[in-house]
């Protein structure tokens, strides 16, 4: 459950000349070149220049592709969905579906990284919008200097596309992406944020092997996280939090790369697997290779 947060918000040994997190989509009537990027949404803008070839991408390709378009979600609509799709029921909030003594556990943990805000507070909350706030704070205490949640890698892409004149576009609204992420039973959703929580020593050197495999480029490292049996995610909630929604989004790129240079930006955790992004495209005829460093 809690690898979803890098596919959501969604996932340095390697040298660049390895590098697989940008990948060139051709052939099978594909208009010119196109691509796929795996982002880290914690990751910062300044790692843009980092990836072989990606800056050369967003300047030559017409159209960019995010999960989420990105001026949108300041909008006060996208907004007021947020808060509804966020907020548990009044009969199903947390001290509802914890035990009295997961209960205990979970608040403390809830308070070592919310400043001393707890359940008293936050209950309100869906649990697995418990366990993202949980995740993000988690990485920012890992790695409190390098990043910045006000410059992230997704929404810089977008701007940088923007500024040249590109266009910028979601291959879902913000209803789609809350329902996926924060639409589990929420049963199922007290226990994962119970065993994030019991687990939190675990998570966080798992989150620490995650960040830094991103940092080496490494799309095969990043891949066995996302699928370890005991961190990563189970075949539901994969199904659920990227390869159903890859399938949709499937439509809308295959639409547009006939006619337009596309680069699709996505979460890293959305191209690996056999329904992960790369695969489908190549199951419909593309060819899709790793851009190499020159």
Not at 134 to 158: C, G, T
């Amino acid at each position: 459950m809690k690898k979803l947060l890098f596919v959501l918000f969604l996932l340095l040994s390697c040298s660049q000349v390895n590098a697989q997190l940008l990948w060139k989509v051709s052939g099978n009537g594909c208009y010119e070149t196109s691509y796929l990027f795996g982002t880290l949404h914690l990751e910062t803008a300044e790692f843009i220049d980092s990836v072989p070839g990606l800056a050369e991408a967003i300047e030559n390709v017409d159209v960019i592709f995010g999960e989420l378009e990105g001026d949108n979600l300041t909008s006060m609509n996208a907004m007021l969905q947020m808060m509804k799709d966020a907020t548990a029921p009044a009969d199903s909030t947390i001290d509802k579906l914890l035990s009295p003594k997961d209960y205990v556990m979970v608040d403390a943990v809830v308070k070592k990284y919310m400043f001393g805000f707890g359940l008293k507070e936050l209950g309100v909350l869906k649990p697995a919008v418990l366990t993202a706030q949980l995740d993000v704070m988690q990485m920012q205490k890992l790695y409190p200097k390098s990043l910045d949640p006000n410059n992230l890698i997704d929404v810089a892409i977008q701007k940088r596309g923007k500024q040249l004149g590109k266009r910028i576009d979601g291959l879902e609204g913000i209803e789609d992406q809350t329902s996926a992420l924060f639409g589990a039973p929420l049963n199922e959703q007290a226990e994962d944020l119970v065993d994030f929580c019991r687990k939190d020593g675990k998570y966080s050197e798992s989150s620490k092997q995650l960040h830094d495999a991103y940092r080496a480029q490494d799309l095969v490292a990043i891949e066995k996280i996302v699928f370890d049996p005991e961190m990563g995610i189970d075949d539901a909630n994969m199904d659920r939090l990227s390869y159903e929604r890859n399938r949709k989004w499937m439509d809308k790129i295959t639409q547009t790369i006939p006619v337009q240079r596309v680069l699709v930006a996505v979460g890293a955790a959305h191209l690996v697997g056999e329904q992960g992004l790369i695969e489908l495209l190549r199951s419909r005829g593309y060819t899709v290779e790793p851009v190499r460093a020159k």
